[in-house]
């Protein structure tokens, strides 16, 4: 854990430097009309960097060594971020209802071992009533691919 | 003058046609707040055009009904699926889900709906009897007050908080920073967008809840070893009984979350801070604090009743002054000026049997809300049987529509997997997610009042303290902010032992 605390304190006080660097671009000082948009900004990132700081030093000083994620615990972890990933990378290209169901089905083929029967009623009635419920009842409209497209929405 | 007033509204509000409305608003705000992201402000806002041919007084208790429903539904998820439907109920789920957890779900489920409306029951019957008195003292506000109730809310999470102060203001900072990404209503420049497109709308504080609470809270169950899945909940009328029976003995807490939750309603944002604030304030004053975040039913009483006190609250300076207390009370606001009427104190006496109705119907909105919502929570229920195969990518591929649906872009879902690594890796490290959340919403305001108070002061901080409302607001905050720093200190002075860290909240 001593590990990670560290890391994620240096990653922060890398972003409070990140945001006074970008602050002092614009101006932390008093503008025409008030401070200047930088001025708030600016003051987050000082605190930021001196909590961090402070984070910092206690981790230093405590003794714990119990690894951040155990080993047999990172494989679980992966088989939920890295579909959803996919799902994610896949919406950009063929829309959000097909991503859905190829998502849905092969989560519940690799992942529950689910019969295929069940698998395909399943995916498909769920991205159906997505379809329904968002795109047509709600009128909210999602992402879409070429199936969509030549299906005429 | 007030019973007349009300008469005339209910004679408005019950008539058979608004009733039904009422009816069909609560139950798909219900759906609404039961979908992850899709909350109530979208809701109404997706409703809006389909209200522009009814008469104001019918529209208006659809969409408050559906307001109600989205909040009663939000507490189903929070509780079950440890997701939070809405930011006021991210309190919720601290003990909800626990108290789901350990199999008592349908009480959990009762405490929170019964404290919905507790809280909602008593902003209406305040609202009727004090709208106008009220309503003057919100006036009185000035920019420095607004920034110092702020203050107050930052502050009571790092004194009160428990866990890591460091961590609590760490968390609270970065709400803020993303918040300030993009454009600068004030002078138009960009903030931190580096040149990046994407960056110039900034972080939408809905895709953030739905990644750090949905996606980070099936990582961290994962890696438990635990197949995902939501915790059961049966009900029944002997559950629901048996759950009444215990209530009153919280009396208190019902008292105190009523008041912060209503005192929190006037401003923007309300119900958010209401919440966590009364939910730091039961546990500051328990007798056993230490059971909180364990599933204790106090924790699910107090921050239900303030979010729905405080969401109540949110409608009367929407009324009376036209400033919206909600994101939500906003886009009603917007359907006001559509529908032809001025928003402003003139409502009252212009549209007497618009205002009435509209409040008489927040009580009859609230009666059916709950009648609702405890009658089909097995419905509900049933979802949890279904399998963690199913469950995990169904409820991924719903925070990716939530997500979508917020604006419209699909950057929306990277950012909500990316705070989704965030959320799991920062629960890991006990850094609370709450202060974050709530910084991203408020964050625009807070440094709205903050600039303006300065130029009214002409740059001198002095000002928090010198006005007396905000000096003594703000003075309380100062106080709550060094609290961490005091009380080791204190401890040591009076030979106490020092306490062990308190359990994680998130």
Known sequence: ???????????????????????LRIGIGW??????????????????????????????????????????????VLKVLLPATAFVLSTHWIGLYVATTLYMASYMRWIGRHSWLSVVVVSVTVSFVTFFVFELWFLVPMPKGPLETSLGY | MGIENLLLGFQVALQP???????????LGTIIGVLPGLGGANGVAILLPLTFSMPP???IILLTSLYWGALFGGAITSILFNIPGEPWSVATTFDGFPMARNGQGGQALTAAFTSSFVGALFAVVLITLFAPLLAEVALKFGPPEFFAIQLLTFSSFVGLGGGSALKSLVSMLIG??????????????????????????????????IGLFGIGEILLTMEEGLSFKGASAKMSPRIVWDTWR?????????????FIGFWMGFKPGGATPASFMSYSFAKRFSKHPESFGQGDIEGVVAPETAAHAAGGASILPMITLGIPGSPTAAVMLGGLIIWG??????????????????????????????IMVLAFVPAFAAILRVPFAILTPLIVSV???????????????????VFGVIGYVFKKLDYPLAPLVLALVLGDLAENALRQSLIMSQGSLLIFLERPISGVITAVALFFFALPVITPWWRRLRGLPTPAVSPRET
């Open chain 1, 31 to 76: 503008g025409t009309d008030g401070p200047k948009s930088g001025f708030f900004p600016f003051w987050l990132g000082v605190l930021m960097i001196g909590a961090c700081i402070a984070i910092a030093a206690q981790a230093i000083r405590r003794a714990d060594r119990t690894p951040f994620v155990r080993r047999e615990a990172i494989a679980p």
């Open chain 2, 57 to 59: 007084t019918s529209a």
């Open chain 2, 341 to 370: 009427l001025q928003p402003g104190p003139m409502l009252f006496k212009e549209k007497p049997e618009f205002v009435w109705g509209l409040i008489a119907s927040m009580y009859t909105g609230n009666v059916i809300g709950v």
């Open chain 2, 246 to 258: 215990v209530l009153p003995r919280y009396w208190r807490t019902f008292l105190r979350s009523c």
């Open chain 1, 1 to 23: 854990m001593r590990a990670a605390d560290l890391t994620t304190a240096v990653v922060l006080i890398a972003g409070g430097l990140l945001v006074i660097w970008d602050s």
């Open chain 2, 176 to 209: 803020f920073v993303l918040a300030a990404v993009g454009l600068d209503i004030v002078t138009g420049t960009l903030r931190m967008t580096f040149g990046i497109t994407d960056l110039m709308k900034g972080f939408d504080f809905i895709v953030a809840v």
């Open chain 2, 17 to 27: 046609h608004n009733l039904m409305l009422a009816v069909i608003g609560v139950a």
């Open chain 2, 399 to 417: 925070c990716a529509v939530g997500a979508y649906s917020v604006n419209g872009r699909m950057i929306d879902i990277w950012y909500m997997l």
